[in-house]
């Protein structure tokens, strides 16, 4: 990675609802630009990168993704776009739209997990749909389950996010739900997302202030992935 660059302040981690920002061009790669820091979600935690644009004083290009490239957060540009270059301030504005149903989409899998009380396997999420894995040999009541999704999301509670020391989560195992994938260890912190009265597990996706904000949301089709293993789907009703 020429330029050297360092890791790239999160700025999506303190604040979801940021749109756009600007930043300095640290470093570029055949794949992808750094900056020093940006409201774009890179890849990660079933969680898609995000999608948007750069603009800069003689420039702009589209952003088709945003994933971990080098170790740091990387901007992904589309064919043939040639990326600004290093020490270059650029804007940068995600497709807002995409990204909250995403954001949507991700409190309402943590409102599921809330209502399926086993272990999560793995998980995806898309605008259209979205999905979640569940160590459990049992068939659920798809009706039940969606009146207490929505009975969660019409609580209006709140959403909020906080940090633990690796000591912490050490101490209270039982808050990590997940069983394939852990917290990501080594700077020192882990990042909880809070659902007042209803969840606490490390997460490092983006969320909503709160759960009203999820909207209409449907059970789709529940899956059998195995003897252990059931996968419940979910939709927005827009």
């Not at 945003?66 to 600004?84: F, Q, W």
């Not at 650029?90 to 807002?96: A, F, P, R």
């Not at 997990?113 to 798809?142: A, C, P, Q």
Request: charged letters at 25%; a negative charge; one cysteine or more.
């Amino acid at each position: 990675l020429a330029g050297g660059t360092p890791l790239t302040k999160a700025l999506f981690r303190e604040d979801s609802y940021l749109q756009s920002c600007t930043a300095t061009v640290t470093g570029c790669s055949d794949q992808a630009f750094h900056v020093d820091q940006t409201v774009f979600y890179p890849l990660g935690g079933g969680q898609p990168g995000d999608t948007g644009s750069a603009s800069w004083d003689g420039g702009n290009a589209k952003i088709i993704d945003t994933r971990y490239v080098d170790g740091d957060i990387g901007h992904i540009l589309e064919d043939g776009a040639s990326a600004p270059p290093v020490g270059t301030e650029v804007k940068l504005e995600i497709d807002w739209d995409r990204r909250y149903r995403h954001m949507r989409m991700h409190t309402a899998m943590h409102l599921l997990g809330s209502v399926l009380h086993y272990g999560v396997t793995g998980g995806n999420i898309s605008t259209e749909k979205s999905r979640l894995d569940f160590d459990m040999e049992d068939t659920i009541d798809k009706e039940s389950v969606g009146a207490a999704l929505a009975e969660l999301v019409a609580g209006d509670h709140a959403v909020s996010c906080r940090w633990i020391s690796e000591e912490e989560l050490d101490a209270n195992p039982e808050l990590v739900r997940t069983m394939s994938v852990q917290p990501p260890r080594g700077k020192g912190a882990i990042r909880l997302l809070e659902i007042d009265g209803v969840d606490l597990q490390p997460c490092g996706g983006t969320h909503l202030h709160s759960t009203s904000e999820v909207g209409a949301v449907r059970i789709g089709k529940v899956e059998k992935k195995g003897r252990h293993n059931r996968r419940v789907n979910i939709h927005l009703d827009d």
